[in-house]
């Protein structure tokens, strides 16, 4: 695959494999930050909770090859006020709306990936899932009862709940990987510090003796929280101190160029 922004690049790379006799598939260039944004949806109510924006290279400055998620931090202090708003009434209300017209309406949780790009905001995505490592982000700063909300979801009775209440603040999770993810990982390491506070575990188990060694490819989720997002940065890298685990990797600049200033939405 190749991304330009340069159409003679993108189409001699399309030429080199069409003259090899292979398919092609052209994708619009989003330029922009992307943005994650879950919704409780139960017909044609909607329910945003906060925006988060995930890491999805393996290296810092987004380097190397994609994986399931290396980072995420909510909410965005760099998007403009009424983002949630916009992206609701122009994107996820009219789809929920389009299911019910179609007789099949969507009751659950629909997590739409957007890029903001200059011409408006695009959809890379729809899931019909919490997305990772966003959620690690997004849940922690939740202050009403997750599970009220999703009941209230399944039962159609969304539109009666109260706003959802959330903490003040920002939340940063940064995912501790195996050795040689987001290739084949190396399994069965014993990792400590995992028991503390914070750290959420995707890729582990438990050995027969009891430790807890890794067994996936993304192994934990260390998330922190603070008053903002350089607080929450912080927190998040000294409880990740704690944690150890061979021949693990991670990435050391989750959150920082929000931090620093360096991410803008299009005018
Ligand atoms: N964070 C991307 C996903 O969950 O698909």
């Known amino acids: 695959m190749v991304v330009s922004p ?13 003259d090899g006799g292979h398919p092609v598939l052209l994708e619009s260039f989003l330029d922009g930050p992307e943005v994650s944004l879950f919704c409780l949806v139960d017909g044609e109510t ?34 403009p006020a009424g983002l949630v708003d916009e992206l609701v009434s122009d994107v996820v209300a009219p789809v929920a709306a ?32 919490f997305g990772d490592p966003e959620t690690q982000v997004v849940l922690a700063l939740l202050r009403s009862s997750l599970a009220r909300a999703l009941h209230a979801t399944a039962t159609g009775a969304l539109a009666a709940e109260p706003p959802l209440q959330w903490a003040d603040g920002a939340a940063v999770t940064v995912v501790v990987a195996a050795e040689g993810y987001p290739g084949p990982p190396r399994l069965g390491d014993v990792i400590s510090g995992a028991e503390a506070d914070g ?40 409880r990740l101190e704690g944690v150890h685990l061979a021949g693990s990797h991670h990435r050391t600049d989750i959150a920082l160029k929000a931090i620093r200033g360096e991410i803008a939405a299009p005018a």
């Open 6 to 18: 340069d159409l003679d690049v993108a189409r001699a790379h399309a030429m080199t494999l069409l």
């Open 46 to 79: 909607v329910v945003p909770l906060l925006p988060a924006q995930d890491f999805k290279r393996v290296g810092d400055d987004d380097c190397g090859p994609n994986t399931g998620g290396m980072g995420a931090y909510a909410p965005l202090p760099w998007a």
């Open 98 to 129: 389009e299911m019910v017209r179609r007789g099949t309406p969507f009751s659950g949780l629909l997590y739409a990936g957007l890029a903001l790009t200059s011409q408006g905001p695009a959809v890379v995505e729809f899931n019909c899932r």
């Open 199 to 238: 750290v959420l575990h995707a890729g582990t188990r438990r050995r027969d003796d009891g430790a807890v060694v890794s067994g996936g490819g993304r192994v934990l989720s260390v998330v922190g929280t603070g008053a903002d997002l350089q607080a929450a940065h912080d927190d998040a890298y000294r």
